[in-house]
DNA sequence: TGAACATATGATTATCTGTTCATATATTAT
DNA sequence: ATAATATATGAACAGATAATCATATGTTCA
C-alpha cells in the first residue's frame, strides 16, 4: 500500500519489524481499501439504513418506502439512487410503480454484524 | 419507528398492507437505526479502514500506524478517537508508547462481509 | 529540573453529503 | 392527445467531516 521504508519512529519498532512487514504484505491494494470504504459510506446513513431494514421483510415501492421511512419521495429517490449505485438493491417496474428489493444477502449480513456491535456496548 | 397511518399513495398499497405492517411492526426503534448509522460512518473512511486493517495483523503504536497509512501522525490520533469512541479499537500506554488493537472480532467480520460484496461486484 | 519524544487536542478550512424545491420522464387511463 | 400518477433528476443550500497547523499533555532520561 505504502512503498517507501519505514522510518525508526518509536523505539518500539525493532521489536515489530517483522509483524510490520507482515502487514504491509498482507495489506489489500489502495483501490480495494478505498472501495471499500465507499461501501460502507452507505451504509453509514440512517435514511439509507432505514430503507435496507424496510427491505428486510418485503419488496417496496417507492412511495410504500417513503411513508415507512418518513422521508420525502424525492429525497427517497435520491437514496435509492445510491443504494442502487452501491449494488445494495435491485429493482423491477411494473406499469407506473417501480419495487425495490435487497440485491443479496450481504446487506443483512453486514447490517446483522453492526447490529451485534452495537448491542454489546 | 413511525406512528402515521399509512396513505393509499399507490395502487399497489392494498396489495402488501399485511408486509407493510410486518415491515412497521419489526422495525428496530428510531435511536438503534441511528447508532447503527453511526457506526458504519466510523468504516466509511479509507484512513480508517486502513487503520483498521493494520490492526488485523498485530498492535501497532501510533507512529507505525501512521507510516503504514502512510498519513500523518495527527491525522491518525484524531481517527484513532474516532475509532474509540466507536469501540471498534482499544489501547493500552507503555511508556511514551500507545499501542492500539482491535477491540473485538466484529470488526474483521464487518470488513470481511463489505469485502465480499465489492469482491462478487 | 529540563530536554526529547510519543501522542492528543482545538481551531480552522476545504470538501463532501443529504435534503429541498422545481422540473423532467415514464406509464396508464380517459 | 391530455391528464393523472409514480418516479427520477438537477441545482442549490445547510450541515457534517477530515486534514492541517499550532499547541498541549504525558512520559522518560540525563
Do not use: W
Amino acid at each position: 500500500m505504502k512503498k517507501e521504508p519505514l522510518v525508526d519512529c518509536c523505539s518500539f519498532l525493532h521489536l515489530h519489524e517483522d509483524a510490520l512487514h507482515k502487514v504491509l504484505g498482507e495489506m489489500p491494494p489502495d483501490e480495494t481499501l478505498y472501495d471499500l470504504a465507499e461501501l460502507f459510506k452507505v451504509f453509514g446513513d440512517s435514511t439509507r439504513i432505514k430503507i435496507l431494514y424496510a427491505l428486510f421483510e418485503a419488496e417496496l415501492c417507492v412511495c410504500d418506502i417513503a411513508q415507512l421511512v418518513g422521508v420525502s419521495q424525492t429525497a427517497i429517490s435520491h437514496q435509492l439512487r445510491v443504494l442502487k449505485n452501491a449494488k445494495l438493491v435491485k429493482f423491477r417496474r411494473d406499469g407506473k410503480t417501480v419495487f425495490y428489493s435487497l440485491a443479496d444477502d450481504h446487506v443483512r449480513r453486514i447490517i446483522g454484524q453492526g447490529m451485534e456491535h452495537i448491542q454489546e456496548s
